[in-house]
């Protein structure tokens, strides 16, 4: 052991220590310094650090009162200050305090141009973007007619993901989602625009309805974050709020964070609303018709309006609520009773809510389902109530209509279908009744399979589809259109334009025959790929049309005089495609004969070679291309006719 020692005492460790040193903070970079502070007294103090720790823990980061150190007068026994709080870093007071008083005029950057945003809607084509995940490779694509469709993008090294991407609901950005966070994508190279440090997120949801300011999303830690997409800036972030009970899953549903219609009841303002008991809420989408008087400088702008529900509590009965805000003015109150559960729906314009009642009998054995109807537009919003004897698992207004689809089922395992059970459902269409100021049944498609309805973005049309049959097209007076099939499909969506319908099979849900195939409104197959990997599809969004209504009802008005266009480009892409066969099948045919005579030359060689009688291919194609012709030749030489009696 002593020789050990020895040993160790003649090896220089210097260079390892200096290595590994523990070096201390020596410099002031990590204290901030917060100044505008109101000058007060000791008995004050606590008061002050609480609030001033408490504004640091709503920007995200978290400080204690400890922590804190507050500049005291001694002679006066108050603080220094003022009211309103500015933050500098310690090392910044030292670089002002030495700046130089000489102005020296910064130099200029050079102008960059930077690509728009929405370049994509000046497509003189006219053409719809979608976006493909498969594997780890992210696609985005041109739609429109068969010569027109094209990768608009493509590039695994700038454009990709680990989790999912989402188009913005404007489709301004396209976001990829990270285990470090959140990046958005935009132009039409689809440069970097921004990065939110957002670790583990699992949900994200871009913009509000009017405009790309505000971007959201959700961690794993369930903990919500709102950034300025503008710039970049965190604004403030919220605890998620799960599920209370022992049986309820510890799981957040998205979306937990819902802008109203307008960009007034976001983060703006100090405005606020809480309501012990609410279940669910949901605001009120501005239509056309708000819009229009939105533009109007003279006229006050309309109140964003929200409806929520209360479950019952003791004697108290189950409530639904309309309000105005931030007035909170209450429109109207509706009592429900024997109620287990509701759903909201209002219609895309505003001018009806839905409200999907799932009410239980006295002994709780069996439910049945009620629809109230209010009528927003219309003074004191008269309710109007469809009863329904079964169980509705599935509801969709028409947009910009007056009707509405639902599936229902009188199947007792509609709740928790076992492996292999088909549950068979009903699905009806009603329609408002301006005679009789009540929703009719115009049809209902008994001992069907449905479970998913999906309108078109323009009305009049309906997807009514299920996984793994066929799916159906329904046209606007409850006509069958056609009926198609998908194997496996998990996902059913219409293009902006309400002309065509996309299916896909994801590899998120199963691993057969994943893909996804474009049909237009009749139900005809356009394009069908098979793709193993294959995770997503989703059609850009586009945002609200810039025409007025006058503009709208002169195209329509004049639609056949633009429709001619539009024939005499779909009857030059027929001819371009039919031109484009022949042209193949005439290279086909010539390549053939080239390679046929080729070869019988070198067959006659070879024949030669071997001493061996080789005939020519030009004499043999000289004999093939006479021809002999037979002629038969009819001569009458005599006729005579007799009479038979």
Sequence with gaps: MAFQNDVDEGIDYSDIEEKYKVRLEEGFDHILVVDGVPVIDKSKLDKLL????????????????????????????????????????????????????????????????????????????GRDQYVTYRGDEVSISWHGRPSQCEVAFEDNQNLRTELY?????????????????????????????????????????????????????????????????????????????????????????????????????????????????????????????????????????????LAYWTPEVANQPARVTLLNFPSRTVLRQKNLFNVSECRLYWQNQGDFLCVRVDRHTKTKKSTFCNLEIFRVRE??????????????????????????????????????????????TDVSFYQLDHSKNDFKLLRTLAGRTTNTIRWSPRGRHVVLATKDVPKEEWGSSIQQLGVADHYGVTDVEWDPSGRYLATAASAWTHTIENGYAIWDFRGQEIEKRLLDRFKQFLWRPRPPSLLTKDQKRNLRKNLREYSRAFEEADAAEETTVSAELVAQRKRAVDEWNAWRVRVAEEMAEVRRARGKRGESLALKQEEEDKEEIEVWIDEVIEQIEEVVE
């Excluded at 603080?79 to 002002?96: L, Q, V, Y």
């Excluded at 005029?105 to 000046?122: D, G, I």
């Excluded at 169980?391 to 009188?410: H, L, N, Q, Y």
């Design 50 to 125: 609480t609030k001033i720790a408490k504004e640091f823990t709503r920007k995200g980061a978290a400080i204690k009162s400890d922590d804190i150190s507050v500049p005291w007068n001694d002679k006066t026994g108050k603080s220094h200050g003022g009211h309103t709080f500015f933050i500098n870093r310690f090392t910044d007071i030292e670089k002002f305090a030495n700046l130089d008083e000489m102005y020296v005029e910064p130099q200029r950057e050079e102008f960059k141009p930077k690509e728009h945003l929405r370049a994509w809607l000046a497509d003189p084509l």
């Design 165 to 305: 991407v989402s188009w913005s609901p404007l489709g301004t950005y396209i976001a990829t989602l990270h285990r470090q966070g959140v990046r958005l994508y935009g132009g039409p190279s689809f440069q970097h625009q921004a990065r939110f440090y957002h670790p583990l997120p699992i949900v994200v949801a871009e913009d509000m309805p009017q405009g790309p300011r505000f971007f959201s999303a959700e961690d794993e830690g369930n903990n919500i974050a709102v950034w300025d997409i503008k710039t970049n800036h965190l604004l403030r972030t919220f605890p998620a709020i799960l599920p209370e009970g022992e049986g309820s899953k510890k799981q957040m549903a998205w979306p937990a964070l819902k802008w109203s219609a307008d960009d007034n009841m976001g983060l703006q303002g100090k405005k606020s609303l809480k309501i012990e008991g609410v279940v669910n809420f949901e605001w009120c989408p501005h239509g056309e018709k708000d819009r229009e008087d939105a533009a109007k400088a003279s006229r006050k702008p309309a109140e964003n309006m």
């Design 379 to 424: 003074k004191d919003f008269p309710v109007e109530v469809v009863e329904l004897k079964d169980t509705v698992t599935d509801f969709s207004w028409e947009p910009k209509g007056e009707r509405f689809a639902i599936v229902s089922s009188s199947d007792p395992n509609v709740g928790n279908p076992g492996q292999g059970v088909t549950i068979k």
